[in-house]
């Protein structure tokens, strides 16, 4: 993989949940954007073939014994990395969405040393994916939350295409918000001091399968991630060893 610097390695995680229809071909987009590259699907208790067909396209696979959500999944993928002494971690969805010709500017802050963390944002140059007009409208309430509470822009809280160095990894397995992941997690980074930042990208409509949160679910998804994010805020940071 050019994009790493020489003796440096890259993960790239992949939390799947019944996404047997556009797994094969996000692991076959991963193999030919980054030739030899390790990639771990972490099956959060699918009822589909999603195991098998991981499988079957060469991806390591770690079953969860039941869908434990998105955060689990993560920081099981981010314990792994930490264990085996990745220097890098990406995350890519298994919808499709993420276009993994894209990784090597989400790695780019992260070799110069400028950020630990990368969000990929569509809406960092523009409109980006045109999803519903709920789910838009609650990221930007989202995004505009998070601006505020960290003193930081953010355009896309949302976003599950991302990337860690390994001090951010070491503190993902330690501690990654369980229930909205994306969102908390950058409150959380902010707190530790963990340098975040975004960098535009692309992206597209899910390739297969159905994402968890329908148009009728975005309003009460936005509301209890707000709840959410505001009893962080009340708590103390967690109580981690150095990172």
Do not use: W
């Not at 060469?58 to 869908?67: D, H, K, R, T």
């Not at 501690?175 to 950058?186: A, C, G, I, Q, V």
């Amino acid at each position: 993989m050019s994009i790493l610097p020489p003796n440096q390695r890259l993960l790239v995680i992949v939390p799947a949940f019944n996404e047997e229809a556009s797994l094969a071909r996000v692991i076959a987009e991963l193999r030919a954007a980054l030739p030899g590259v390790r990639v771990v699907v972490i099956n959060d208790g699918s009822h589909d073939a999603t195991p098998q067909v991981a499988h079957d396209a060469g991806a390591q696979v770690i079953n969860l014994p039941y869908n434990l959500g998105i955060g689990a999944a993560m920081q099981t993928g981010f314990i792994l990395a930490d264990e085996e002494g990745f220097d890098f971690a990406v995350q890519v969805d298994g919808d499709g969405q993420h276009d993994a010709r894209e990784i090597g500017r989400l790695l780019q802050p992260l070799i110069a040393g400028t950020a630990d963390v990368v969000v990929g944002s569509r809406y960092l140059e523009g409109p980006g994916y045109v999803s519903s007009t709920m789910r838009r409208t609650g990221i930007r309430i989202l995004a505009a939350c998070i601006t505020v509470l960290t003193g930081q822009r953010c355009t896309d809280a949302t976003s599950g295409f991302r990337a860690a160095n390994r001090r951010a990894i070491k503190l993902c397995a330690m501690y990654y918000p369980p229930d909205y992941p994306e969102p908390e997690s950058l409150v959380v980074f902010r707190k530790l001091g963990i340098r975040a930042r975004e960098v535009p990208v692309s992206m597209r409509a899910r390739t297969g399968g159905k994402s968890s949160i329908t148009v009728a679910r975005s309003g009460y998804y936005m509301l209890k991630v707000l709840l959410a994010i505001g009893v962080m805020m009340l708590r103390r940071a967690p109580r981690l060893r150095e990172v």
